[in-house]
């Protein structure tokens, strides 16, 4: 039977086992192991703390003085740290369960992560509210008794010294950098350990994470820009978009067959999760789009037509796919120009599906509030001199982490640069088409 030293590895020049170091000044893999460990259990007592100093030292203060403070801005401000609080404090009860005190290299924290990884994911709506918190913030930090009652409360609760938008984002730069910190403890945890295969899988469940708040922040932040695009379409009929749809998947111009007659007409299709909106160009205005209708892609599917003859609209075809109700009363059939256009179509209506399924296994939902809010900002932000039917090109978003970047805090090691923490967090992902498709919208081409 192997013995908890086996596992663990031998150390590396067969020397010291328990962690010792081999020479002076050269800790063997354990050490290094036992380290790592000793930060993790390190940082995360001292982020309790910090999430109990934020809930009780300024949240608690702040709802005595309702003079001050409506429940909407306590919201705004603080989003769900609470419940993060409460998150926090049962896995760091599972970390020192696993936590091994005499020897912490042979600690197995690896299945913790794992355990709790779709927890994490209540970081999502904190990240993605932290934007607006910070707005919400600077305009109280501009009058005094607002700046004075927080001084007060940060030093009653005997917390360091730096300000409240400082301690708010700690929650950001705790997701982001746990993925470096499994990294660290991968990298000094030999295969044979009992531990690795589960710190292996907690690393990427933690990228996975840090993925997955990034990907939904990008898609509340393009609700807004398709608001606006909805509100430049003349003549726009039925629901608004954003009731069921808040990613732009593809657009572009396909050739519409109507029956019975076969005659073709060219529209500019725009394909989002859940419909496909199709739109009529302007003969004098190319930049001007007139609403003609909307198919509801949860009730379609996607059919190849080969070159030829159409038996059911009685024409000859080319570049051609047909989007059927699943009985068959409802066919329609559109053809692309050039058969890489009709490939990419048929890839774009593949990935529609994909998203859909995705959002249905992750959850993803906006709410009534934010898609009534993004209603509104389209509805105010038309710039004077511009025709309606023109989609202002909207600089393309950094993504959130990087804005990391610009901000320095004591939670993150100085020996750390902050990038390494960023492409940990934020590991590589399909490129989204949005922009591109966007930029395509204005101004039309002739």
């Given at each position: 039977m192997l013995n908890n030293s086996h596992l663990d590895?031998?150390?590396?020049?067969?020397?010291?086992?328990?962690?010792?170091?081999?020479g002076p000044g050269l800790p063997c893999k354990e050490q290094m192991r036992a380290n790592v460990i000793n930060e993790i259990m390190s940082t995360e007592r001292d982020y309790i703390?910090?999430?109990?100093?934020?809930?009780?030292?300024?949240?608690?203060?702040?709802?005595?003085?309702?003079?001050?403070?409506?429940?909407?801005?306590?919201?705004?401000?603080f989003g769900n740290i609470d419940e993060l609080y409460r998150f926090q404090k049962k896995f760091l009860k599972a970390l020192e369960k696993k936590f091994n005190k005499d020897h912490p290299h042979l600690s197995e924290i690896g299945s913790c992560f794992l355990e709790h990884q779709t927890n994490f994911q209540i970081y999502s709506e904190y990240c993605n509210n932290h934007p607006n918190a910070c707005v919400q913030l600077s305009k109280l930090m501009k009058i005094k008794k607002y700046v004075f009652f927080f001084e007060a409360c940060r030093l009653l609760q005997k917390m360091?010294?730096?300000?409240?938008d400082g301690f708010l984002l700690t929650p950001v730069q705790k997701i982001c950098k746990y993925p470096l910190q499994l990294a660290e403890l991968l990298k000094y945890t030999n295969p044979q350990h009992r531990d690795y295969k589960d710190v292996e899988a907690a690393l990427n469940a933690m990228k996975n994470v840090a993925r997955l708040i990034n990907e939904r922040k990008r898609r509340l932040e393009n609700i807004d820009k398709i608001a606006q695009w909805q509100s430049s379409i003349e003549d726009w009929e039925g629901e608004d978009i954003l009731s069921r749809s808040s990613d732009l998947i593809f657009s572009g111009d396909l050739t519409?067959?109507?029956?019975?007659?076969?005659?073709?007409?060219?529209?500019?299709?725009?394909?989002?999760?859940?419909?496909l909106v199709f739109c009529k160009k302007d003969l004098l205005r190319r930049d001007i789009l007139y609403y003609k209708g909307r198919l509801d892609m949860d009730q379609m599917q996607v059919v190849d037509v080969e070159d030829g003859k159409d038996k059911d609209f009685n024409v000859s075809v080319k570049n051609a796919l047909k989007?059927?109700?699943?009985?068959?009363?409802?066919?329609h059939l559109l053809c692309a120009k050039k058969p890489e256009q009709k490939q990419r179509w048929l890839r774009a209506f593949a990935d529609e599906r994909e998203q859909v399924q995705h959002d249905l296994e992750t959850g993803f939902t906006i709410t009534e509030v934010q898609k009534k809010q993004a209603m509104l900002n389209a509805?105010?932000?038309?710039?004077?001199?511009?025709?309606?039917?023109?989609?202002?090109l909207f600089s393309v978003t950094r993504p959130y982490y990087d804005f990391l970047l610009r901000q320095k805090h004591p939670t993150l090691p100085t020996s750390l640069p902050q990038q390494q923490v960023i492409m940990l967090a934020e590991p590589k992902r399909k490129t989204s088409n949005f922009w591109h498709n966007i930029g395509r919208l204005t101004p039309f081409k002739k």
């Open positions: 590895g031998a150390s590396e020049g067969g020397g010291a086992s328990m962690g010792g170091p081999l703390k910090h999430l109990k100093d934020i809930c009780e030292g300024y949240i608690k203060q702040c709802r005595k003085r309702t003079d001050m403070f409506t429940e909407e801005q306590l919201r705004t401000i360091i010294d730096i300000s409240l519409k067959i109507s029956q019975p007659q076969g005659k073709g007409q060219q529209r500019m299709f725009f394909l989002f999760d859940h419909q989007l059927c109700s699943p009985g068959g009363e409802e066919v509805s105010k932000s038309h710039p004077t001199g511009k025709p309606k039917g023109e989609f202002q």
